[in-house]
């Protein structure tokens, strides 16, 4: 089993930034797809931003391209999510996802959460107004 642990959720006001960070223990993410959702109260869970592969390969949600950027430390072994400009709309629980790489079957499939084997334990992000 892969246990995936978040942090680096909180409370900022309209148009300041968080980065969230996904670690696992022991594990590098390079042979793994990984994503991050985001689930407001009554809502969908929704994708938000993925990387795959070697290469992390990313992409991004329409409403915060521009705005959030995926990224990989050097080791591989922690996943980050950096989110600039923060509106309202935003404020969700962050979920960070991952799965083996032979789960990939294009964006498509990366979009939809079902994809994804393991989770994090999510973390709140609120933005006031």
């Known amino acids: 089993q892969v246990q995936l642990v978040e942090s680096g959720g909180g409370l900022v006001q309209a148009g300041g930034s968080l980065r969230l960070a996904c670690a696992a223990s022991?594990?590098?993410?390079?042979?793994?797809?990984m994503g991050w959702f985001r689930q407001a109260p009554g809502k969908e869970r929704d994708f938000v931003a993925g990387?795959?592969?070697?290469?992390?390969?990313?992409d991004y949600a329409d409403p915060v391209k521009g705005r959030f950027t995926i990224s990989r430390d050097n080791a591989k072994t922690t996943v980050y999510l950096q989110m600039y400009s923060l509106k309202p709309e935003d404020t969700a629980v962050y979920y960070c996802?991952?799965?083996?790489?032979?789960?990939?079957?294009?964006?498509?499939?990366?979009?939809?959460?079902?994809?994804?084997?393991?989770w994090g334990q999510g973390t709140q992000v609120t933005v006031s107004s």
């Open positions: 996802a991952a799965s083996d790489v032979g789960r990939w079957g294009g964006w498509d499939s990366a979009y939809r959460w079902t994809s994804y084997d393991y």
């Open positions: 022991g594990r590098t993410f390079s042979n793994y797809m």
């Open positions: 990387m795959v592969g070697t290469r992390g390969v990313t």
